[in-house]
T-cell receptor
């Protein structure tokens, strides 16, 4: 079945540590996205990529980094510069261009310990 | 900047009721609007996608309408069931292939 796989489901980060969240899709979608979800604030866009080897900052990119070396993969690194990383992280993909819907993964819950 | 608002923030209804969830957006220059469902601790499941040139879409007991000129969409759920309990999110796609989300409506359907 086609879809998006996020791993791990739960992740714990110590202060000052970098962690990487995985996102893999087998939908052959060109575009991929990372969103952060906090209670009462809806979803906010962190980074997005419309093609391999290219990506753009979203609304809250500070303290995060991404790469897009393969069409299927769009990992997100939460760096130590992100002061409040505890949140639910969602990855999504869509076919390139407008008029196509988005498919979301099942999310990774990151907690700072 | 596009802003999306969903009303009400929470809704509790008895099983069997028909209900309407509302979504409004400030910039009518959208490509499409998508309704999602989110269960607690889970990802988003797409329910309906309405292109900017369309007025409505239907899937089973769900019907979504779009009035682009007035910046409004509604999601109609017929004959609600306890399994419909979830948070419903509205999102609009604008230029640059970006989705802007509302904060959602938390729906509880009581048996």
């Amino acid at each position: 079945d086609g879809g998006i796989t996020q791993s791990p489901k739960y992740l714990f980060r110590k202060e000052g540590q970098n962690v990487t969240l995985s996102c893999e899709q087998n939908l052959n979608h060109d575009a991929m996205y990372w969103y952060r979800q906090d209670p009462g604030q809806g979803l906010r866009l962190i980074y997005y990529s419309q093609i391999v080897n290219d990506f753009q900052k979203g609304d809250i990119a500070e303290g995060y980094s991404v790469s897009r070396e393969k069409k299927e993969s769009f990992p997100l690194t939460v760096t130590s510069a992100q002061k409040n990383p505890t949140a639910f992280y969602l990855c999504a993909s869509s076919s390139r261009g407008t008029g196509y819907g988005y498919t979301f993964g099942s999310g990774t819950r990151l907690t700072v310990v | 900047k596009q802003e999306v608002t969903q009303i009400p923030a929470a809704l509790s209804v008895p099983e069997g009721e028909n209900l309407v969830l509302n979504c409004s957006f400030t910039d009518s220059a959208i490509y499409n609007l998508q309704w999602f469902r989110q269960d607690p601790g889970k990802g988003l499941t797409s329910l309906l996608l309405i292109q900017s040139s369309q007025r409505e879409q239907t899937s089973g007991r769900l019907n979504a309408s779009l009035d682009k000129s007035s910046g409004r969409s509604t999601l109609y759920i017929a004959a609600s069931q306890p399994g419909d309990s979830a948070t419903y999110l509205c999102a609009v796609e604008t230029s640059g292939s970006r989705l802007t989300f509302g904060e959602g409506t938390q729906l509880t359907v009581n048996p």
